[in-house]
């Protein structure tokens, strides 16, 4: 039998994670606000606590899958003297402000703390796709690494509590942005009679190869890092002209504006500012805001 484990919520992710834990032989303690959904992983051999501090009190690791950090602190917080000992993984999202804030409020009450953001969805959990970001102290992340592991591959991020909130919001960042920008782009076709089912697996296409053709020639990466952004292979001013062109385009089709018009505010910023002739990548620092600068407006 593998350590004993606590998990507390049991959304579809929460669910995910205690079947993959059951899987490898792991005893699953379980609680969730409304019992009812604890009857699956019940059925394939979870226990279910009557409260939070039987939750707490059966497993030295505690696995988080909440909505956010205040319903952490609603749940725990009746059970507060039930917390030292054990070591409390939040996989919960919220602000990497708020992630320190719980950490510490954790470790008032005695518990360590690692924060944690599943980069998988449900169905993919504890599979060889499946990978989290975690945060905090190290020692604590290698005592229970091996535990972790069954949920996804254990990507460390270092000591800061907020780091790892802070990777898993950046990578959704990218992830929300992408799918806005796909069903924007079907809208836009259907108001040229393009069904989204011809639409969606062509701009698929663009989307999966971004990488593949944002890397060819040029590494932008360590440009960025670098301070460079040359114009040689693209410019401000012909990905701004392009942005443009969408802008009208949408307004032309009667597609809503307010994605495209903020892609476009960044590029009118680098001409506006004399980087017209820099690369796409120089459109960061209207993002970055340095010296209590100022958004772009759309």
Do not use: C
């Not at 470790?107 to 504890?126: D, K, S, W, Y």
Request: aromatic fraction near 6%; avoid cysteine; glycine fraction near 10%.
């Amino acid at each position: 039998m593998s350590a004993p484990v606590t998990l507390i919520g049991l959304g579809p992710m929460g669910q995910a994670m205690v079947h993959a834990l059951l899987r490898e032989s792991h005893q699953v303690t379980v609680w969730n606000r409304t019992p009812s959904r604890a009857a699956d992983v019940v059925a394939a051999g979870a226990k279910l606590a009557d409260s939070p501090a039987d939750a707490l009190a059966a497993s030295e690791r505690v696995i988080l899958s909440l909505t956010d950090y205040q319903a952490m602190y609603d749940i725990l917080g009746t059970a507060t003297e039930a917390l030292a000992g054990r070591t409390i993984v939040n996989l919960s999202s919220d602000s990497p402000d708020r992630t320190r804030e719980g950490a510490a409020w954790a470790a008032e009450h005695g518990a360590r703390f690692l924060t944690g953001g599943v980069m998988t969805p449900a169905p993919m959990v504890g599979t060889e796709a499946a990978y989290v970001y975690y945060s905090g102290p190290a020692d604590v992340m290698e005592a229970h690494r091996a535990t972790l592991t069954r949920i996804g591959t254990a990507r460390y991020l270092g000591e800061d509590l907020g780091l790892a909130q802070l990777m898993y919001l950046a990578n959704l960042d990218v992830f929300l942005t992408s799918l806005a920008s796909l069903l924007h782009a079907t809208a836009l076709l259907e108001s040229g009679g393009v069904k989204a089912t011809v639409a969606l697996p062509e701009l698929m296409l663009t989307l999966v190869g971004a990488g593949e053709m944002m890397e060819a020639g040029e590494n932008p990466a360590a440009q960025i890092e670098a301070g460079e952004h040359p114009g040689h292979l693209s410019t401000a001013t012909m990905m701004g002209a392009t942005a443009d062109h969408i802008v009208a385009s949408s307004d032309a089709a009667g597609v809503d504006r307010g994605l495209p018009a903020a892609v476009q505010a960044y590029y009118t910023w680098a001409r506006e500012h004399g980087h017209g002739g820099d690369n796409w990548t120089r459109i960061i620092d209207a993002m970055r805001l340095q010296d209590g600068g100022t958004a772009p407006s759309s």
